[in-house]
C-alpha cells in the first residue's frame, strides 16, 4: 500500500525500514501521477511484507528531486540500504512493474 508521508530527514525514512523502498515521486498536478496511484496500490498488494511503497510530492520536496535528478514525473526510485538502485519514469503497468521489481527484490 502506498503511504503519503510527512517526515523530518528523508534518509531517516529510508533507514526506518529494512524493506526495500520504491518511492513515487509525483505532483498532484500530474495526470499520468494520478494513474499509477492504483497501478502502486496492486503492486503494493503482491509484495506486501517485502517492499515498502512511499509518495513523495515534489512540489512540497523540490530539494529531494532536485537531488535525485527527478526530471519527469512520475518517477519511481528503490532504494535498497538507503541507496538508490533502480528507477523507472514515466506511467508503466501492473505486470510491467512487478516483473521489473521482482528482478531487484
Same mark, same amino acid.
Given at each position: ?16 525500514? *529494512? ?22 496500490? =496492486? ?14 510530492? @515534489?512540489?512540497?520536496?523540490? *530539494? ?10 512520475? @518517477?519511481?526510485?528503490?532504494?535498497? *540500504?538507503? =541507496? ?10 501492473? *505486470? ?10
Amino acid at each position: 500500500m502506498a503511504v503519503k508521508k510527512e517526515f523530518s530527514s528523508f534518509q531517516q525514512l529510508l533507514q526506518s525500514t *529494512n524493506l526495500p523502498v520504491l518511492v513515487d515521486f509525483y505532483a498532484t498536478w500530474c495526470g499520468p501521477c494520478q494513474m499509477m496511484a492504483p497501478i502502486l496500490e =496492486q503492486t503494493g498488494m503482491y509484495f506486501k511484507n517485502r517492499l515498502q511503497i512511499v509518495k513523495i510530492d @515534489t512540489d512540497k520536496y523540490p *530539494n529531494l528531486a532536485t537531488k535525485y535528478g527527478i526530471q519527469a514525473l512520475p @518517477t519511481l526510485v528503490v532504494f535498497k *540500504n538507503g =541507496q538508490p538502485i533502480d528507477r523507472i519514469e514515466g506511467v508503466v503497468q501492473v *505486470n510491467q512493474l512487478v516483473q521489473h521489481l521482482q528482478t531487484l527484490l
